[in-house]
């Protein structure tokens, strides 16, 4: 659709509209405040779309719904209201085990000499901390709040271990996939129970700090 016969539908009448509205409030609310968002949205949205209307059609189009979307997106929000952005510090990761119990099992070499492996249980523990920060970006406040968060998750973990290659073991089936079993630490499920612990209270903190500000 060309730009002439998209401001003859309803969409380019609305925008046409909308522009006018712009056009009376800006200088009320301070162009110098109204249009670096103004423009960032139109602009942004504007091309990202033009460019998808290219991909899927053979000339190029007025991308006519992301202009009145920026619009509306423009003005429902307020033109003071600080642009907040959250950043992020990993502080600090570590492993720790614990109630670690060791049992000595006595095992042959598959040249039929007698030895031993050793046989560990206990408890694998994971602590994370992370500090955060909300920046105003766009009042040119820097940072107005600042926090951290620790969280921890623990597994049960059970392994064994030898003083020489245990390949040369004679070792049961069970015995042998205590050996050939992953490191708990190489494992994704205490970073996960970790990551979701620590969004949680992230979010939180943040929304808490975000909350008292909006209530000053």
Known sequence: MSIRRFFKTPKGLLTIVLAILVAIAAPHEGI?????????AVVISAGLDV??????????????????????????LSAQTPWYAV????????????????????????AGADTAFVVEEG?????????????????????VDRGDASDHASTNFRRSTYAGDW???DLSA?????????????????????????????????FDALLRRVDD
């Open 167 to 169: 390949h040369t073991l």
């Open 174 to 206: 069970a015995d042998r996939a205590l050996f050939e079993q992953r490191d708990p630490r190489d494992t994704e499920d205490l970073l996960r129970k970790v990551a979701r612990g620590l969004s949680g209270r992230v979010g939180r903190d943040v």
């Open 32 to 40: 110098r405040i109204v249009g670096p968002g103004l423009l960032s």
């Open 51 to 76: 460019l998808i209307l290219r991909t899927r059609h053979t000339r190029w189009e007025f991308p006519s719904g992301a202009v009145l979307t920026a619009f509306i997106v423009a003005m429902v």
């Open 87 to 110: 950043a992020l510090t990993l502080d600090s990761v570590r492993y720790s085990e614990s109630k670690v119990e060791r049992r000595r099992r006595p095992a042959k070499t598959r």
């Open 123 to 143: 408890q694998l523990e994971l602590w994370a901390r992370v500090s955060w920060r909300t920046v105003a970006a766009n009042a040119g406040r820097g940072v």
